[in-house]
């Protein structure tokens, strides 16, 4: 598949202006917005779902509920966070589904963009050992959980951006990472708890 390439727009429009444009019903505001946003919500929810075909449906249905609320963002200049929030919202929705989803059907295998399959190429074999260990514990792991570890430890969000994300205490998300936490780091834990 090939993708488009994205010239720089000289003097590109601020996120403000973007959105302004598209309450307006500018197709091009919304589609600016689209292509520079896009890339950064698919990675996010490429990582937290391990799965691109249903990180793409989420970036989707982002967009299409992100135009939807429109005029219900008060900060225009934040609009890339806004769609995060959004984005991770719709995510936590379909892991819970397939959480619960897994119970019915035991033996469906895990998704196709796991950490081990995003590492680096020239990885060491027994780092990319532990990361596979990682993947089985995320897969295993309630899906609040993943959220906020994949979202603190992985995407690099600030423990509070976490906490909103997931739309909880700051002690709460903590509570959530050390849960996934103590799971990757004890081995002989793993195999006798459920997270």
Partial sequence: MSR???LPVPNAPSDADLISRAAEGDRFGVELIFRRHAGYLLGITTRLLADRAAAEAVVEGTFLAGL???PALREAASVRSWL???AIQLARRRLRWAWWLRWLRPRDRGGDATLSGFAALDLR???RVALALVDQV?????PEKRVAWMLFR???FALDEVAAACNCSPATAWRRIADIDLLVDDPASRRTRSP
């Fill in 154 to 156: 992985v995407e690099g």
């Fill in 84 to 86: 995060a929030r959004i």
């Fill in 68 to 70: 939807r609320q429109l």
């Fill in 125 to 127: 074999p027994d780092d």
């Fill in 138 to 142: 995320l897969q295993r792991a309630r």
């Fill in 4 to 6: 488009p390439i994205l």
